[in-house]
């Protein structure tokens, strides 16, 4: 059997139909993933720069909060020197 009535008996066209169904609507999903791009790139822009202004601000406010309380400025460690580390 050949030609038309081999696809036929076998559900060939049935098949067919659905897989150029599949691709096609994964093209469209495709499609519409690449065109919203420009919005994930802008939301992970803004929640980056967001958490760069809270982080700025928190260290600011412990930083004036510690010489607030303390009543002098705080110090900043440099590390060991050879000398300190045998004292």
Known sequence: MFGFEAIIAHDGLGIS??????VFVSLILLSFAVSQIHKLIELWDKKNTSYQRVKKNTTKRSKDTVSLRSGHTPRRSKGFTSVQAFN
């Open 17 to 22: 139909v659905i897989g150029i169904t599949i």
